[in-house]
Every structure is written in C-alpha cells, then in structure tokens.
C-alpha cells in the first residue's frame, strides 16, 4: 500500500502565492480543490489497484462494471459518457472485461451496429463475494468525516459533477456536431 501523505503544503499542487492573489482567495480556493480532487483521485486509485491487482482487474474495470449494473444494458457510448472517457478507452475495458468473463458485449436489437454491455452472473458472484471487505476498506479511508461531513461532501461532489456532466456533455456535443448523450 502506498503511504497516504501527510498534509501537502498548497504550492505542491502548483498553485504559487503569486497566482493565488492574483487570483483572489475563493477563486484560489476553487482551483485548490480541483488539484486537490485529481491528487486524492489518484492515490484511491492507486490503492484500489493495489487491491485488485491479485486477482488480475483494475479499477476503471471496476468503475466499468459499476456504471453498467447501474444503467442497466447500456451502450458502450453511453458507459463511456457515463465514466468521462473515450469510446475507445471504454471499449478496450470492456473487452478485457469479456475475456475475464465479467461482461457480455453484444448487438443492440434495434441497431446492430451499437454494442451493449451487460454484467454476467460470474461478475455479480465475484463482486458478491467480495464487497464487504472492499466497502469496510473505504470506509477507513473516510472515517476522519463525520456521518454530517460525509453527507455533505457527498452532496456538494454530486452538485459539482452535474454541472460539470452538463458543460461536458454540451461540449462535446458541440465539437462533435451531435446531441449530447442523453441519461449520461
């Protein structure tokens, strides 16, 4: 496991004094944040891989999995809209998945020329079998909130990625010449 580190001093995330004031204290405050959620990202992503890594999956595979039981059957454009990646990242995930036996990639029934993703029985087993452990894992990692701290950080994440969903999807759309992915 690697060693969570002890509190970074602000300038580590690369915001000098100089651009702080110029850009005034909430302001710096935002931007901290945002390089704050990419550092933290990385090391609960890190420490999950660490954990999974024994039995040969990782946790964008997991992250995968995730979106798919919660969407249901969706396509592989709407999964990858769902993580925030390429349809071409998502479906080398997705192939990896099929050939570990954890998902099914097939033709939709309208269109076959959209792929649908589908979680197997082998994958929910696994998961079954070892979501406690994973679930009491985490929540080590946030037992320093509080039960009201956690709520709120919770929703205050949740707000930010909406509007954050909303400007990506509009976005992309945009450079793209489509319609944003609906239910993304």
């Not at 710096?28 to 420490?47: D, G, H, K, M, S």
């Not at 956690?150 to 990506?168: K, N, Y």
Request: aromatic content about 4%; glycine content about 6%.
């Amino acid at each position: 496991m690697l060693p969570m580190s002890t509190s970074l001093p602000w300038e580590a995330l690369g915001l000098s004094e100089d651009e702080a004031e110029r850009l005034g204290g909430d302001a710096a405050t935002r931007v901290r944040i945002f390089r704050l959620i990419i550092v933290l990202a990385q090391e609960l992503r890190t420490l999950m891989d660490q954990r999974l890594r024994p039995d040969g999956l990782t946790t964008q595979q997991a992250a995968l999995i995730t979106v798919v039981d919660a969407i249901g059957v969706p396509s592989l454009s709407q999964a990858a809209a769902a993580l925030g990646t390429s349809h071409q990242n998502a479906r080398q995930i997705a192939d990896a998945l099929e050939r570990k036996g954890m998902l099914r990639i097939g033709p939709d029934e309208k269109d076959a020329r959209v792929r649908r993703l589908q979680t197997t029985n082998q994958s929910h087993e696994y998961w079954r079998q070892r979501s406690w452990s994973d679930q009491q894992l985490v929540l080590e990692w946030f037992q320093c909130l509080t039960d009201e701290e956690a709520r709120t950080l919770f929703d205050l994440m949740l707000r930010v990625e909406a509007h954050v969903r909303t400007g990506f999807t509009t976005d992309q759309a945009d450079e793209e010449g489509s319609e944003p992915v609906a239910g993304s």
